[in-house]
């Protein structure tokens, strides 16, 4: 069975503070998806990356994926209240069936 | 048009009902799937649709049936529904199901609830 594992699963801090979520596997990842959802609504996709040790930066958000493609990291600087939500990634295995696994999801909150 | 949509927003219904979900999408992807997302948890998958076909059913109890009249359209047919069976509901679109992107695009979702 291939996991993917998403910490931590709940996160609260102030605003201005910064912040890192990981999603790890022991399986390579042909591509890693990070989604972004509120409350009653659906995830919104976020960023998708694909090669090993690539970044990609969205205003205040930047996205990391490992050299092996075992593992992603969001980390978020100088957090804001409307930053606020349910964090997802989702991996498409190597060896999979080519849908998505998902993390268990980081409840973001910040506090102004 | 880089939108899913969905109907309807919410849905009230009882264990002896007949009801649907309605899901389009316009952005020419082939591939369409339900999920089914209990709070705090992430999507857990039902059903993919590739090229209008039925091509993944994740074990689903035969109360939920799909159908996808056409390549924009998808729908999910509930009937004798369990209380359990509340939940939100998300439809989602993207590239055919062979790509190792699956950049998946996501309605708002029917909030569901069963009585």
């Known amino acids: 069975t291939q996991l993917l594992e998403q910490s931590p699963q709940f996160l609260s801090i102030q605003e201005g503070e910064n912040l890192t979520v990981y999603c790890n596997s022991s399986?390579?990842?042909?591509?890693l998806q990070w989604y972004r959802q509120e409350p009653g609504e659906g995830p919104v996709l976020l960023v998708t990356?694909?090669?090993g040790g690539e970044v990609k930066k969205l205003k205040r958000l930047t996205f990391q994926f490992g050299d092996a493609r075992k593992d992603s990291s969001l980390h978020i600087t100088a957090a804001q209240p409307g930053d606020t939500g349910l964090y997802l990634c989702?991996?498409?295995?190597?060896?999979?069936?080519?849908?998505?696994?998902w993390g268990a999801g980081t409840k973001l909150i910040i506090k102004p | 048009d880089t939108e899913v949509t969905q109907t309807p927003k919410h849905l009230v219904m009882g264990m002896t009902n007949k009801k649907s979900l309605k899901c389009e999408q316009h952005?020419?992807?082939?591939?369409m799937y339900w999920y089914k997302q209990k709070a705090k948890k992430p999507p857990e998958l039902m059903f993919v649709?590739?090229?209008?076909?039925?091509?993944i059913n994740e074990s689903v109890p035969s109360r939920f049936s799909p159908e996808c009249p056409n390549s924009s359209l998808l729908n999910l047919h509930l009937h004798a529904l369990q209380p359990e069976d509340s939940a939100l509901y998300l439809c989602?679109?993207?590239?055919?199901?062979?790509?190792?992107?699956?950049?998946?695009?996501f309605g708002p979702g029917t909030r569901l609830t069963v009585l």
């Open positions: 989602a679109s993207s590239q055919p199901s062979g790509r190792l992107y699956n950049e998946q695009f």
């Open positions: 990356v694909v090669t």
């Open positions: 399986s390579v990842f042909s591509s």
């Open positions: 989702a991996g498409v295995f190597l060896s999979g069936n080519y849908q998505l696994i």
């Open positions: 952005m020419g992807h082939r591939a």
């Open positions: 649709y590739s090229y209008e076909k039925l091509s």
